[in-house]
Each structure stands twice: as C-alpha cells, then as structure tokens.
C-alpha cells in the first residue's frame, strides 16, 4: 500500500463515525452540510457544525425555504438524557420539544421520541403539583408522526392525558373505538385499561351512591355488573400477550382496588403479590407491598 494510499484510508476511519452519526441537511442547488442538527428556530434550522477538524464548532441558520432533504443521524447523549430526565427536567425537554415539534413529520426526526418523553413527564408532574395538559402534545404527535408505532404511543398518551384532563366521556369513546381496530399491543392494552379504570371510577360513584346495594334487588345486578367490566378491562389489559411492563403494572393496581373495594381481600392479595412479584421496580408495586403491610394474610372468605 502506497503511502498516500494508506494515508487516505486513516483518514476514512477516523471520519467514518462521524459521517455514520452526523445529521446531513440538503439545500436547493444540491449543496450539503453535515453537523447536529438544533432544531427549528421561527423560519431557520439551526445546525451545528464543524467545518475545521480541531477548531469550536460554529452554528449555522439555514432558511427553511432553501432545505429539500433532512437525513437524521443518532444523537447518544441527547437519547440518553431523555431516557434519564426527571420531571424537574421539564424546562429543558420542554425547549427541546419546542425546538423540535416543526420537525415532526420529518422521517427520522428525535422529534416524537422528545416529544412523548415531555408529554409523559408533564403526566408525572401533575401530582408533584405541576400541571400543563400534555393533550394538543400528544394528538400533534399522533397525526403527525411518519412511524405507525410513534403515532400509537402518542394515542396512548392521548387516552392517558383525557383521563388526567377528566374528559371521561371522550376517553371512553376513544377507548372504545381503538378496541375495535386493528393496532398494536400497547395501544390495545392503553384502551383496554383506559375502559376498566372508567368503569371503575363508575363502580365507586355506584357504590357511594347505594350503600346498601346487597340488600337492593334493583341495584345489586347493576353493581356485579360494574365489577365484572371494570375486571375485565383491568385484567384484560394485563394479561394481554406481550403487554408493556407499566401498563400491566397500572392495571393491576386499579385491579387490587377493585377487589379492595368489593372486600375480596383473597384475590386483593393475589393480585398485590403479582405486582410486586413481576413489577418490582414500578412505584405500583410498592402501593401493593404497601397494601399488603397493611392487610396480613388470614382466613377469610372471598366476597364479591
């Protein structure tokens, strides 16, 4: 090998992984510039490259009237801080989104991934106090989305934002209707569960409402009713082949509230003991070894 030759060939394979991971954007002309891409700022895409090899990288604004090609590489540290954030992370993944939401319906665009990752991070935020409906986030994602899966983890957070928001109606209805179409497991097992957490919400409401519903001929069928609809979409979520970890883990904690409430405290400890046995490390699974310190195991009885 000349040495030219194999000077040229050290020169690929130092480049190489930075080709293989650099976003690349063309312009009208066929001109093309590679660097990491930061996003959409009012009508520019602000892109950071590096012309000179050892020198800081300089920022460029690139109208977005002259792009015609957008090629996304993968971006490690940013995957890995969305992985990793926090709800007091929210700022920063929230400009992120912001930075990024123009982009997408772009093939290959982080922008769904950001996105979901801020919608479902706004979700764990309202119990802290701190409440921005992640809804018009999470239907942009869900009718923009290039991906069918990204889109039908956005109608997961979708069906997950209209109960947060009490929209119970409209998450029933499009519960109900994603149930009778062809999707995949996540989003089935979302509905599935979306439907026994409002048939739930109706048991307890009933129950409240009749106290003395076992001793009523008249609303004793219509609660055992309620009971068996809100199981069935509990533990039809649950059980489902394939299901996500933290879905099945949310249905079988709404399930250990069913029995709790009915007073079946055998099928409550059942159920608890599943969670806490195959979701160890989900927070429902510590309210069931909560529950569970709090209810010993003794002989009793079912009760429905």
């Given at each position: 090998?000349?040495?030219?030759?194999?000077?040229?060939?050290?020169?690929l394979?130092?480049?190489?992984?930075?080709?293989?991971?650099?976003?690349?954007?063309?312009?009208?002309?066929?001109?093309?510039?590679?660097?990491?891409?930061?996003g959409?700022?009012?009508?520019?895409?602000?892109?950071?490259?590096?012309?000179?090899?050892?020198?800081?990288?300089?920022?460029?604004?690139?109208?977005?009237?002259r792009l015609?090609?957008?090629?996304?590489?993968?971006?490690?540290?940013?995957?890995?801080?969305?992985?990793?954030?926090?709800?007091?992370?929210?700022?920063?993944?929230?400009?992120?989104?912001e930075?990024?939401?123009?982009?997408?319906?772009?093939?290959?665009?982080?922008?769904?991934?950001?996105?979901?990752?801020?919608?479902?991070?706004?979700?764990?935020?309202?119990?802290?106090?701190?409440?921005?409906?992640p809804?018009?986030l999470?239907?942009?994602?869900?009718?923009?989305?290039?991906?069918?899966?990204?889109?039908?983890?956005?109608?997961?957070?979708?069906?997950?934002?209209?109960?947060?928001?009490?929209?119970?109606?409209?998450?029933?209805?499009?519960?109900?209707?994603?149930?009778?179409?062809?999707?995949?497991?996540p989003?089935?097992?979302?509905?599935?569960?979306?439907?026994?957490?409002?048939?739930?919400?109706?048991?307890?409401?009933?129950?409240?409402?009749?106290p003395?519903?076992?001793?009523?001929?008249?609303a004793?069928?219509e609660?055992?009713?309620?009971?068996?609809?809100?199981?069935?979409?509990?533990?039809?979520?649950?059980?489902?082949?394939?299901v996500?970890?933290?879905?099945?883990?949310?249905?079988?904690?709404?399930?250990?509230?069913v029995?709790?409430?009915?007073?079946?405290r055998?099928?409550?400890?059942?159920?608890?003991?599943?969670?806490?046995?195959?979701?160890?490390?989900?927070?429902?699974?510590?309210?069931?070894?909560?529950?569970?310190?709090k209810?010993?195991e003794?002989?009793?009885?079912?009760?429905?």
């Amino acid at each position: 090998m000349t040495a030219p030759l194999a000077r040229g060939l050290a020169a690929l394979l130092v480049l190489l992984p930075m080709m293989i991971f650099a976003d690349m954007v063309t312009l009208s002309g066929g001109e093309r510039k590679t660097g990491r891409i930061l996003g959409v700022e009012e009508d520019v895409l602000l892109l950071s490259t590096q012309p000179v090899p050892g020198l800081p990288a300089v920022e460029l604004r690139l109208p977005k009237s002259r792009l015609t090609a957008i090629e996304f590489g993968e971006d490690s540290k940013r995957d890995e801080f969305l992985r990793n954030a926090a709800p007091p992370q929210l700022p920063e993944v929230k400009l992120l989104w912001e930075r990024f939401a123009p982009l997408v319906s772009v093939q290959g665009s982080p922008s769904a991934r950001i996105g979901l990752r801020y919608g479902l991070l706004l979700l764990e935020a309202k119990g802290a106090g701190v409440w921005e409906a992640p809804l018009a986030l999470f239907q942009k994602i869900a009718t923009g989305a290039p991906t069918p899966a990204e889109r039908e983890a956005a109608a997961q957070g979708v069906l997950r934002s209209l109960l947060a928001d009490s929209q119970w109606a409209r998450a029933e209805t499009e519960a109900g209707a994603i149930c009778k179409t062809e999707c995949g497991t996540p989003l089935l097992a979302e509905a599935r569960l979306t439907n026994g957490i409002l048939q739930a919400a109706k048991l307890v409401h009933f129950t409240e409402a009749n106290p003395r519903w076992r001793e009523d001929d008249f609303a004793r069928p219509e609660r055992d009713r309620m009971h068996e609809a809100a199981l069935d979409g509990l533990l039809g979520a649950a059980l489902l082949p394939g299901v996500p970890g933290d879905v099945a883990a949310r249905a079988l904690c709404r399930a250990l509230d069913v029995y709790a409430l009915a007073g079946d405290r055998v099928r409550a400890r059942e159920v608890a003991g599943d969670l806490a046995a195959f979701y160890a490390e989900t927070l429902e699974a510590k309210a069931a070894l909560n529950w569970l310190s709090k209810n010993p195991e003794r002989a009793e009885s079912n009760s429905k």
